[in-house]
């Protein structure tokens, strides 16, 4: 069965820094591309970053130059280090993937983590 589990999140000044974890379990054959959302109280749910498996990478404006999305291949783990936060950046961050689990087939699957709570206090 495959899973996403999140780490990392946490309560923080404005202007401090945290780093949330994404892993990737089960039987995967590969990783197309790897990301963060995130969902702040009533709002929808909007990206931040997003990894590709061809290195591509995208950043929500509102985070460019803040955050920086990396990835380490051997653990099937996505890394989001969040720095100068701001109260604004408050939300639930989930964790989103789509996988190639059968390397027999192109069927592509989509899956989410639990969420982590990120809460930055001004």
């Known amino acids: 069965q495959v899973q996403l589990v999140e780490s990392g999140g946490g309560l923080v000044q404005a202007g401090g820094s945290l780093r949330l974890s994404c892993a990737a379990s089960?039987?995967?054959?590969?990783?197309?591309?790897m990301g963060w959302y995130r969902q702040a109280l009533g709002k929808q749910r909007e990206l931040v970053a997003v990894l590709t498996s061809g290195d591509s990478i995208k950043y929500a404006d509102s985070v460019k130059g803040r955050f920086t999305i990396s990835r380490d291949n051997a653990k099937n783990t996505v890394l989001l280090q969040m720095n100068s936060l701001q109260p604004e950046d408050t939300a639930v961050y989930y964790c989103n993937a789509q996988l190639v689990l059968d390397g027999t087939s192109s069927s592509t699957f989509q899956y989410w983590g639990q969420g982590t709570q990120v809460t930055v206090s001004s």
């Open positions: 089960g039987s995967i054959f590969s990783i197309n591309f």
